[in-house]
């Protein structure tokens, strides 16, 4: 994976695990108890955190070069002993588009608290660029004998300054390394500066980044460095398509030739005769429908008018406003009926878990956005799945929904009224299944395009009157590693 759209809103499920990694946690430190109060100095955060200098310029000069063996050409000497390493090594992505575009403000002030090599602006630096070259270089370096090196290399952690959707654009690139056996995985600390920032409420760092930001980084960093690890579980999607191309798709969606299409399952449309692919990975949910359309129209107008962006709270007011002006509340009278519920153009298969077996399941005719969702988190910290009571649950034959199930709970919001009776948690949404895998077979017909998001990264998705696209969900067998704010 590469890069998402630098604007955002991404996010995740929690899996714990006994081990040496969560024992670590499950100790309940002192110092975490109240960690907003702690105060650090900035001597102790930089002793903590900065890497010595001759590590900084080595891995900067990697990545500007993007060469990982110009390290052996460095022209700094490495220190005799070990007395430089920090405890516990930190390296900050910033996405200069989150946070009402206050984004190079707490870059600066970030690089003023540890130092200008260890922050990285997103626009300038790709995280894959950094796992590659930056990561590359300490390793080349360590593999030579710096015993330095090889410490902050295993000691290293991530801070993620932005959206859900850069959260997880920096997860994404950082899966890779399970797949180059380049272990370990640094974990992932949050400042939470999107919209949504339900990753971010998950994992504990808050729905939103404090006013006084200033003193909060320094609080944040000083968390970051000593908060214990939870894991992450993730979602792969593989979008088969028609001939042709998904226009400025999110960054987290990537051309593949790897396209699979299960023959054995019935198809309602025509099989196109030539296809391409597209892959990508969630943390939170994937949906389809009328939500996305609300988020695809929102980011558009973010981008097109930035100056109207400057905050959480603007960009909720604008959203909502979106939303009403796109039919979210009022269906208008000019569409064709035919054309306003999924139904008319989808249809979906599951797994449940433990099954190799795919089953059908009806789409409810009144739904206009269907979701897939991994944690209890979405629209800004709502749990649209609710608390369903046990009678229910059996009636359904769901399970109840938990962290660490290996299911997506998968619901349908049928207008703007019901989403926002959901959203305030008044009713739940239309539940439709549980599943461990999901295949989607859409039908183009009269729709011209189908509003697609992950993680609040929405792109249009073309569709075709003669054949049909197939979506297609399964877990990673790897999970990401997430630092607990809480």
């Known amino acids: 994976m590469e890069s998402p759209s630098i604007g955002d809103s991404v996010t995740a499920r929690m899996i714990p695990r006994h081990s040496s990694l969560d024992s670590f946690g499950a100790m309940k430190v002192s110092l975490l108890v109240n960690l907003a109060s702690i105060r650090v100095s900035k001597a102790e955060l930089r002793q903590r955190v900065m890497l010595p200098k001759y590590l900084r310029i080595a891995i900067r000069d990697c990545i500007l070069r993007k060469d990982d063996s110009f390290a052996a050409s460095s022209s700094v000497a490495p220190p005799l002993d070990n007395a430089l390493t920090p405890e516990v090594p930190l390296m900050v992505f910033v996405n200069p588009k989150s946070g009402g575009r206050q984004g190079p403000l707490i870059k600066e002030r970030l690089q003023n608290l540890i130092s200008e090599e260890q922050v990285f602006d997103l626009t300038e630096v790709k995280p894959n660029e950094f796992i590659r070259y930056g990561l590359g270089c300490l390793e080349a370096l360590a593999s030579r004998g710096d015993e330095c090196a090889k410490e902050i290399r295993e ?19 950082l899966g890779e390394l399970n797949l180059q056996n380049r272990l370990p995985v640094p974990p992932v600390s949050i400042m939470p500066l999107g919209t949504g920032n339900d990753l971010s409420r998950s994992f504990g760092w808050g729905g939103s980044f404090p006013f006084a930001w200033k003193s909060a980084i320094k609080r944040t960093l000083h ?62 949910y994937f949906s389809i429908g009328m939500d996305a359309q609300v988020a695809y129209g929102f980011h558009h107008l973010r981008n097109e008018k930035p100056y109207l962006a400057n905050g959480p709270i603007a960009n909720k007011i604008i959203y909502s406003g979106y939303g009403c002006s796109q039919g979210w509340f009022l269906t208008h009278c000019i569409n064709d009926p035919g054309l306003r519920g999924l139904k008319n153009i989808m249809t979906l298969h599951i797994k449940k878990l433990d099954s190799s077996e795919w089953e059908k399941v009806p789409v409810p005719k009144s739904v206009r956005a269907v979701v897939a969702l991994n944690l209890h988190s979405y629209g800004s910290g709502r749990n649209p799945w609710g608390n369903l009571k046990q009678d229910y649950l059996e009636k359904r034959g769901f399970v109840e929904a938990q962290a660490d199930d290996g299911l997506l709970e998968i619901f349908g919001l049928k207008q703007g009224w019901h989403a926002s009776f959901v959203m305030v948690e008044l009713i739940s949404a239309k539940h439709i299944a549980q599943a461990a895998a999901i295949r989607l077979e859409i039908r183009g017909g009269d729709w011209k395009d189908a509003f697609m998001q992950m993680d609040g990264e929405p792109w249009k998705q073309p569709m075709t009157r003669d054949y049909s696209t197939f979506v297609d969900i399964k877990r990673v067998p790897h999970q990401s590693l997430v630092v607990k704010g809480d």
């Open 155 to 173: 000691k290293m952690r991530i801070v993620v300054a932005g959206g859900d959707g850069t959260v997880g654009w920096v997860l994404g690139c």
């Open 223 to 284: 968390r970051a460095s000593v908060a214990h690890i939870s894991r992450l579980d993730s979602w792969n999607i593989l979008i088969t398509m028609p001939s042709g191309e998904i226009v400025d798709p999110p960054y987290s969606l990537k051309a593949t030739q790897e396209c699979y299409i299960d023959q054995g399952l019935e198809i309602e449309g025509e099989m196109p005769p030539s296809t391409n692919g597209y892959e990508g990975v969630f943390y939170n």
